[in-house]
C-alpha cells in the first residue's frame, strides 16, 4: 500500500488526479481536447503508434490528460490497476463482453441484470452465435454450478439488481467462474467505492459514471476496470478497435464531480435510508428493497461485502393496487421527477415492472416503484410522498 492509498476515500477524492506539472498553480487539471497530436519526428510518430495503449499520445483516440486524469480517479476509487473511460455506461458494459467473447462462446447473466445488458445479449451477441443464459440473480454456486458449459467465457453479475435489488455473493460466484475458465464481470454502478470488485475477486468492474460521479445530471460517461495488464490489454484494444472515445470535457465534468462525491453520497445514503424506513411502516407498502435494511433479503451479503449504502431502492406496494394505481402515485408526486437514471443531486421515481423482462425467475406484476433520494430536504420528500400515497384508493 502506497501513502495515497491508504488514505481516506474523501480525501483521494480531493487529492487525486491534481495536475502535477505545468498548470501554472491552478487547482484544477486543465481540459486538453483535440485530434492531432504533433509527433517530434516520423520514427517518434512510428514507435508511439505501437505504444498508444500506455498513454502515448498519438491521436485523440488514444486519449488525452484529460481521460486519463479521471481513468486514474476511477481506478483507485475501485482499486484497479487500469481504466478505460468510454462515452456511456452501456458501453462500458459492451465494450468487455465483445473484448473477451466471440462467436461459439455462452455467456451467464443475471436475470435481474440492466435493461440494455439484456438486449443487447439477446439482440446483437445472439447474432454472432455468442449464446447467453439468464440465471437466478440469488443462485448460490452449488445452483449456479451446472449451467456453465465448456466455452462459457463470461460470468456477468450486478450487485444490487436492477429495479429489484437483489444481492448477489460476488466473492462466491467470481470464484467458481475462476475454476471454469471464465472472465468474472461486474455491473458496480450502485457499489461504487462502497464495494471493492478486485479484492472481492472480481475481474473487470463496469461503473455509469453517469450515475453519482457525474452526480449532476448533465453527462453520459462509463468506466471499465480492471486489475491486470492482460485484461487492460484486452479491453483496450476492443475499446480502440471499435472507435470509442468519450468527449475530453464530460471527463472533466466527471472528474469534478467526483471532488464532492464522498459528501453527496453519505448525504444520500442517510437521506435515502430515512425515507426506505417511513416507506417500510407505510400501510399501502409491502415491503422495501434497500440491501442496507435488516429486513431486506440481501442484508447479510451487503453487510459482509459492502462498506455503504448509494440512494437507490425500491418499494414494492400491496398486492390489492392496480398498475393504474401506481402510475397515479408517481404522476402525484411533486418534487420526485419521472425519468430514467440516477445519482443526481435530484430525486425520481419510476414504475418498474420486471415480471415482463424476466426469463429465469418469476417477478410479481406491476406494483414496484424506484426512487432515487437526490439532496432535496428529507422533510420535504417525505412529505410528498405522503401526499402522493393519498392518492391510493383506500
Ligand atoms: C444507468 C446504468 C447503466 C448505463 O449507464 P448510461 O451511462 O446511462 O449508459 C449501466 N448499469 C446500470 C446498473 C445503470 O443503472
Known amino acids: 500500500m502506497t501513502e495515497e492509498t491508504k488514505r481516506g476515500f474523501a480525501t483521494r477524492l480531493t487529492h487525486g488526479s491534481r495536475p502535477p506539472v505545468r498548470s501554472?498553480?491552478?487547482?484544477?487539471?486543465?481540459?486538453?481536447?483535440?485530434?492531432t497530436v504533433l509527433q517530434p519526428s516520423v520514427a517518434d510518430r512510428l514507435a508511439?503508434?505501437?505504444r498508444r495503449f500506455e498513454r502515448v499520445m498519438t491521436y485523440g483516440t488514444a486519449g488525452g490528460p484529460t481521460h486519463y486524469a479521471l481513468e486514474d480517479m476511477v481506478a483507485q476509487i475501485e482499486g484497479g490497476s487500469h481504466c478505460t473511460i468510454v462515452g456511456t455506461g452501456l458501453a462500458a458494459i459492451a465494450v468487455p463482453l465483445l473484448a473477451f467473447l466471440k462467436a461459439g462462446d455462452h455467456c451467464l447473466m443475471p436475470?435481474?441484470?440492466?435493461?440494455?445488458?439484456?438486449?443487447?445479449?439477446?439482440?446483437?451477441?445472439?447474432?454472432?452465435?455468442?449464446?447467453t443464459t439468464f440465471y437466478d440473480p440469488t443462485a448460490t454456486p452449488e445452483a449456479l454450478a451446472p449451467l456453465f458449459r465448456p466455452n462459457t467465457r463470461v460470468l456477468y453479475l450486478e450487485s444490487p439488481g436492477t429495479h429489484t435489488f437483489e444481492m448477489q455473493d460476488v466473492p462466491a460466484l467470481a470464484a467458481l467462474a475462476h475454476a471454469r475458465g471464465a472472465v468474472a464481470m461486474l455491473d458496480n454502478t450502485w457499489g461504487i467505492h462502497h464495494f471493492q470488485p478486485f479484492a472481492k475477486g472480481c475481474d473487470v468492474s463496469i461503473?455509469?459514471?453517469?450515475?453519482?460521479?457525474?452526480?449532476?445530471?448533465?453527462?453520459?460517461l462509463g468506466s471499465i476496470t480492471v486489475n491486470t495488464e492482460a485484461h487492460h490489454l484486452a479491453v483496450r484494444g476492443a475499446a480502440s478497435a471499435?472507435?470509442?472515445?468519450?468527449?475530453?470535457?464530460?471527463?472533466?465534468?466527471a472528474l469534478r464531480g467526483a471532488r464532492t462525491m464522498a459528501v453527496r453520497l453519505a448525504h444520500q445514503e442517510a437521506a435515502a435510508l430515512e425515507v426506505a424506513r417511513w416507506l417500510q411502516a407505510r400501510p399501502e407498502v409491502a415491503a422495501v428493497r434497500h440491501p442496507a435494511l435488516p429486513e431486506d433479503p440481501g442484508h447479510a451479503i451487503w453487510k459482509r461485502d459492502f462498506t455503504g449504502a448509494c440512494s437507490l431502492f425500491g418499494v414494492v406496494f400491496q398486492p390489492r393496487y392496480t398498475e393504474g394505481d401506481i402510475f397515479r402515485f408517481v404522476d402525484g408526486l411533486k418534487l420526485f421527477g419521472i425519468g430514467a437514471s440516477w445519482g443526481g443531486y435530484e430525486s425520481l421515481a419510476l414504475p418498474t415492472n420486471p415480471a415482463i423482462t424476466r426469463s429465469a425467475t418469476r417477478m410479481p406484476a406491476g406494483q414496484?416503484?424506484?426512487?432515487?433520494?437526490?439532496?432535496?430536504?428529507?422533510?420535504?420528500?417525505?412529505?410528498?410522498l405522503e401526499q402522493g400515497l393519498a392518492l391510493l384508493p383506500r
Open 24 to 35: 501554472h498553480g491552478f487547482v484544477n487539471p486543465p481540459l486538453h481536447r483535440g485530434s
Open 48 to 50: 508511439n503508434a505501437k
Open 111 to 131: 436475470d435481474s441484470v440492466y435493461g440494455p445488458a439484456r438486449a443487447l445479449a439477446e439482440g446483437m451477441l445472439a447474432g454472432w452465435n455468442i449464446e
Open 207 to 220: 461503473q455509469a459514471l453517469t450515475k453519482y460521479v457525474g452526480g449532476h445530471s448533465d453527462i453520459l
Open 242 to 253: 471499435m472507435g470509442h472515445y468519450a468527449s475530453p470535457d464530460d471527463c472533466w465534468l
Open 368 to 384: 414496484g416503484v424506484r426512487l432515487h433520494i437526490g439532496l432535496e430536504d428529507v422533510a420535504d420528500l417525505v412529505a410528498d
